[in-house]
Nanobody, 125 residues
Framework: QVQLVESGGGLVQTGGSLRLSCAAS????????MTWFRQAPGKEREFVAT????????YSVESLKGRFTISRDNAKNTVYLQMNSLKPEDTAVYHC??????????????????WGQGTQVTVSS
């Protein structure tokens, strides 16, 4: 079992930055692919970025590249999402997830076994 707790969300103006954290407890998170998803009001959950167990490989949605960066510190059992140049359309609840997926399976919710409760990010115009 892995417990995931997100933090770092909040209200920020357009163009601002936030750094989300996802702290894992229980079974060590280094065994899992870690991924950020987000869900905006009235929309389906969407993939944001993923990072491999060792942190050597990461992938993010093309439209977010250059603004969002995923990283992890396995010594701290924590995954981060650095978000820069935020836009109102980035407003959503951001969830981290842990799983043993591979390939395209890591791009969908079904690839993950453990989820955090989420942290709200609101970007004002």
């Amino acid at each position: 079992q892995v417990q995931l707790v997100e933090s770092g969300g909040g209200l920020v103006q357009t163009g601002g930055s936030l750094r989300l954290s996802c702290a894992a407890s229980g079974r060590t998170s280094r065994s899992y692919v870690m991924t950020w998803f987000r869900q905006a009001p009235g929309k389906e959950r969407e993939f944001v970025a993923t990072i491999s167990q060792g942190g050597s490989t990461s992938y993010s949605v093309e439209s977010l590249k250059g603004r969002f960066t995923i990283s992890r510190d396995n010594a701290k059992n924590t995954v981060y999402l650095q978000m820069n140049s935020l836009k109102p359309e980035d407003t959503a609840v951001y969830h981290c997830a842990a799983g043993t997926c591979y390939g395209d399976g890591c791009l969908i919710s079904e690839g993950y076994d453990y989820w955090g409760q989420g942290t709200q990010v609101t970007v004002s115009s």
